[in-house]
């Protein structure tokens, strides 16, 4: 009895991560099916045909490489703009502050069908075409706040004398600023930009206001898939995202760890 | 004398305001190249904002700093010779102890840096240190990689923001003695701020007392504790027995006689400012003997407490006027008085400082609140 109230945490824990978990479990698993007919929904065989053949689909992989590309160009724009702005509203008392403030949350609280209807009449007026111009300037627009939010909690943790002590030992700005402020920073940064690639990478709304026929996203084609019976490919590519994501995170701990380790 | 090195450090009428608030009044000050200076004040006092304004971190509201001939008010921090240790050591987190140290040597491209750094940790005894983090030392281990993070530069001038205040008293101790050491081996103008009357008398060539953003008095530790220009000077830096006194006229020999309470008391002339009449008679606890003089100056009184601190006995003594006297007898072997004997208590003409009787008895005084 007391063997099971010590471990009941441990239980309780393990079964909500096996929930959360299993839809990850079930697209892998069917990765290995080679369905009968359009739908992958009940296992046939065991096969590795999707993953010796991941492109096979027509369009998959260009959707992916074209959600890869705008991912990585909207998050580190995002993330440089971002950055700037959460110090100056973190360091810099000024005119605008306020009114910048609530621009910055602004596109978190507006529904996305707003923000994409709009968008897209305002890209129409400007003469902006649809497609992956348009997507991409929007994913910047939606990915700086949450930049912002990021770096701004880890900015205000930042303690001012730090830089000063730089000033005072030598350094000029800039050196301070590589030296001291980026480095202590970075986490923040860096949490950021990973939110920032992935809110790019799986948004469907936004984006799908301002695409072209000839710029389809992998959400976008993953969609379109889905109502004509889905390629086992995207079930390859989910799975091979998931261990990506896992994977970095694993990393991350362990490095940080082992400094701490190597520090002691 | 040949002038070798930057030159004296300067400060014409820097004051420093906040909004309305002003923080150090306009002060005018020029500390020797290669002496020891201490700043000496209560909390609060200004202390702090006049070192960062030296450093370059504060913008001096009004005024000029100069090193040597050099004008350096307007230029950055960076570009000032100047090193701080700073009150709460402001170490860089994500690096280790011995990058620390290096940083300043790192900018300046120094080959050597490795080894300098190294020297210098080994001299606040954290040689064995070098790679750790110092969010994994205690805090005074912290505030001695500050003071060699600072001192490793052989700056022009290094201030000091009470380096020394985190330490237990013999490594204290032991720190003053090197600083000190430091500084004349290396001839480095040190500005010392510190809390510690007796650490600043003991390390200073010479100390300045500042009260809130006002210098008070500026000299060598023994004229300011011999001649306190101020009872704030006076009861700031050691203790001192004010007895309201006044002037009654001359007594030959360059001495003046003063009624205390209704005792005459001959007072050394050079002493009285030039037409006072009504004034602070000060005598330090250590010049008040226990026991008759040569039946001049002499009070009469009771003892009300006496603590024996091993070399020296303190004792309270109560006058007829209900005020206690503070006297300091030391462990010499003479007969140690007990509470309530009835003692006479006296002191040698020109061993008081007198001060004028407008100014605030208590000022300066440190409110030592007692629980219970
Ligand atoms: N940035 C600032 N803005 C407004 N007031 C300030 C600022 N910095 C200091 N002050 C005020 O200036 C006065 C002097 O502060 P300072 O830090 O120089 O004191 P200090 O003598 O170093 O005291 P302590 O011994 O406690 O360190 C204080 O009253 C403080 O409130
Ligand atoms: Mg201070």
């Not at chain 1, 997507?135 to 990915?143: E, L, R």
């Not at chain 1, 989910?238 to 701990?253: D, Y």
């Not at chain 2, 601190?309 to 007829?320: E, F, I, K, N």
């Amino acid at each position: 009895m007391s063997w099971l109230r010590r471990h009941l945490l441990l239980f309780a824990a393990v079964a909500v991560l096996l929930y959360m978990l299993i839809p990850n479990v079930v697209v892998a698993v069917f990765s290995f099916n080679d369905p009968v007919g359009r739908y992958n929904y009940t296992w046939t065989e065991f096969s590795t045909r999707a993953w010796t053949n991941p492109c096979g689909p027509q369009g998959l992989c260009d959707s992916l490489g074209l959600s890869l590309r705008i991912g990585l160009i909207a998050s580190l724009i995002a993330t440089v703009f971002g950055t700037m702005i959460a110090f100056a509203l973190g360091r810099y008392r000024f005119r605008a502050r306020s009114g910048t403030n609530l621009l910055i949350f602004m596109p978190m609280a507006t529904p996305e069908v707003v923000m994409g209807s709009s968008l897209l009449t305002l890209f129409l007026m400007m003469g902006v075409s649809s497609g992956g111009l348009a997507i991409t300037i929007a994913h910047i627009m939606f990915c700086v706040s949450f930049v912002v939010v990021a770096v701004k909690a880890r900015v205000a943790t930042l303690d001012p004398r730090l830089e000063e002590a730089a000033a005072d030992l030598g350094a000029n700005p800039p050196q301070t600023f590589l030296r001291i402020t980026l480095p202590l920073a970075a986490p923040g940064i860096l949490a950021g930009a990973l939110l920032a690639f992935s809110l790019s990478f799986d948004d469907y709304i936004i984006t799908n206001f301002n695409a072209s026929p000839s710029s389809i996203t992998f959400p976008m084609y993953v969609w379109g898939a889905a109502q004509r019976g889905a390629p086992v490919q995207v079930n390859v590519i989910g799975t091979v995202m998931f261990i990506a994501a896992l994977a970095i995170v694993l990393v991350s701990q362990l490095l940080t760890s082992r400094r701490r380790r190597a520090a002691a | 004398m040949a002038q070798h090195g930057p030159g004296d450090l300067e400060l014409i009428g820097l004051t420093k305001s906040f909004d309305d608030f002003t923080a150090v009044e306009p002060m005018d000050l020029t500390i020797p190249q290669g002496s020891f200076f201490a700043l000496l004040g209560p909390s609060g006092c200004g202390k702090t904002t006049t070192l960062r304004m030296v450093a370059g971190l504060e913008q001096p509201t009004a005024g000029q700093i100069l090193i040597g001939d050099t004008d350096i008010t307007n230029t950055r921090p960076h570009q000032r010779n100047v090193n701080t240790v700073f009150q709460s050591y402001a170490l860089f987190p994500h690096m280790s102890v011995m990058d620390n140290v290096q940083f300043g040597l790192r900018r300046r491209g120094d080959k050597d840096a490795k080894r300098k750094a190294q020297e210098a940790l080994d001299l606040v005894e954290l040689g064995h240190a070098g790679r750790k983090k110092p969010n994994q030392l205690s805090g005074g281990m912290q505030q001695r990689v500050a003071l060699a993070r600072a001192l490793v530069n052989r700056p022009d001038v290094l201030l000091l923001d009470e380096p020394l205040g985190a330490l237990d008293l013999k490594l204290r101790r032991q720190m003053q003695i090197e600083l000190k050491r430091i500084q004349q081996e290396v001839g480095l103008t040190f500005i010392h701020v510190t809390h510690d009357q007796e650490e600043a008398m003991t390390m200073a060539d010479s100390i300045a007392v500042m009260n809130a953003g006002r210098m008070e008095q500026l000299g060598d530790p023994a004229a300011l504790y011999e001649n306190p220009s101020s009872t704030f000077v006076a009861n700031f830096l050691g203790q001192s027995n004010l007895l309201a006194a006044h002037v009654t006229g001359t007594a030959g020999d360059g001495r003046l006689t003063a009624d205390v309470h209704g005792h005459e008391v001959l007072v050394d002339a050079g002493r009285v400012p030039a037409g006072l009449r009504d004034v602070w008679l000060g005598v330090r606890p250590e010049k008040l003997a226990l026991g008759e003089g040569n039946g001049v100056n002499e009070l009469k009184g009771t003892v009300s407490d006496a603590s024996f601190s091993g070399v020296a006995t303190q004792y309270l003594v109560r006058m007829p006027w209900g005020m206690d006297l503070t006297v300091v007898q030391q462990n010499d072997g003479s007969a140690r008085a007990r509470l309530g004997d009835a003692v006479t208590l006296s002191w040698d003409p020109g061993h008081e400082f007198v001060l004028d009787s407008a100014q605030d008895e208590d000022a300066g005084v440190e409110h030592v609140v007692v629980d219970g």
